[in-house]
């Protein structure tokens, strides 16, 4: 059964203080959909059994005051997902979107590195739509597939992988992907305010199912 990859980030601008980028990892096509849809039944009870207005409701971390937060964690928390995330912390200097989106892109590569680590097989793997994007779309997916490249050098053994740009809000793993890059973020910026972290912040109701990762160059 091929698996699906989802990535999203959070906090990309400077004033921000830290951006998380995420990925998700599901066993089959729909698996992702159908986490998806439990959690939405979670929290709209009453759409239950209207599926097509439930299915345009939409999990955005940030928008979610933090009791619904938690309820999400919780329900995701049973789920069979594992999540791959690496953080960069900005500077005060303000930095050319050059710079950032180079970083970006080493960040994605290194969490598809690391899903291939985990994983046997094909992997289909579907990345945020950033603004602009389709003025980058074949030059970031070939940098991206550099990771790829690597992984089957490096192992001696050929991967077959897909990529593709959606929007995030049009695809449910890639709104699961924000959750979780959210909840990292939160995470990291509540310890930096020195928050005492509980047992009922998102983030410790789903960090078995995370990995964080050191942002390094896979070369």
Same mark, same amino acid.
């Given at each position: 059964?091929? %698996?699906?990859?989802?990535?999203?980030?959070?906090?990309?601008?400077?004033? &921000?203080?830290?951006?998380?980028?995420?990925?998700?990892?599901?066993?089959?096509?729909?698996?992702?959909?159908?986490? &998806?849809?439990?959690?939405?039944?979670?929290?709209? *009870?009453?759409?239950?059994? $209207?599926?097509?207005?439930?299915?345009?409701?939409?999990?955005?971390?940030?928008?979610? *005051?933090? %009791?619904?937060?938690?309820?999400?964690?919780?329900?995701?928390?049973?789920?069979?997902?594992?999540?791959?995330?690496?953080?960069?912390?900005?500077?005060? $200097?303000?930095?050319?979107?050059?710079?950032?989106?180079? /970083?970006?892109?080493?960040?994605?590569?290194? !969490?598809?590195?690391?899903?291939?680590?985990?994983?046997?097989?094909?992997?289909?793997?579907?990345?945020?739509?950033?603004?602009?994007?389709?003025?980058?779309?074949?030059?970031?997916?070939?940098?991206? $597939?550099?990771?790829?490249?690597?992984?089957?050098?490096?192992?001696?053994?050929?991967?077959?992988?897909?990529?593709?740009?959606?929007?995030?809000?049009?695809?449910?793993?890639?709104?699961?992907?924000?959750?979780?890059?959210?909840?990292? /973020?939160?995470?990291?910026?509540?310890? !930096?305010?020195?928050?005492?972290?509980?047992?009922?912040? *998102?983030?410790?109701?789903?960090?078995?199912?995370?990995?964080?990762?050191?942002?390094?160059?896979?070369?």
């Amino acid at each position: 059964m091929p %698996h699906y990859a989802y990535i999203d980030e959070s906090g990309t601008l400077s004033e &921000h203080q830290v951006m998380t980028v995420s990925l998700v990892l599901f066993e089959g096509r729909r698996t992702a959909d159908r986490a &998806h849809h439990k959690v939405l039944k979670e929290l709209y *009870p009453a759409l239950a059994n $209207n599926s097509k207005t439930l299915a345009a409701k939409k999990l955005h971390f940030t928008d979610m *005051p933090s %009791h619904i937060q938690n309820k999400v964690a919780t329900h995701l928390a049973s789920e069979k997902i594992s999540a791959v995330i690496n953080s960069h912390w900005h500077t005060t $200097n303000e930095e050319g979107h050059g710079i950032s989106f180079a /970083r970006y892109t080493k960040m994605v590569q290194l !969490l598809l590195y690391k899903a291939l680590e985990m994983t046997t097989g094909e992997m289909n793997v579907i990345i945020a739509q950033q603004g602009g994007w389709e003025t980058y779309e074949k030059s970031f997916l070939s940098e991206v $597939n550099k990771a790829t490249e690597l992984f089957s050098r490096r192992n001696k053994q050929f991967r077959s992988v897909s990529y593709e740009l959606k929007p995030a809000h049009s695809v449910c793993g890639l709104q699961l992907a924000d959750f979780y890059a959210g909840t990292v /973020r939160k995470m990291f910026l509540d310890s !930096l305010a020195g928050l005492e972290i509980h047992l009922s912040s *998102p983030y410790d109701l789903v960090q078995h199912q995370i990995s964080l990762e050191d942002f390094i160059d896979l070369e």
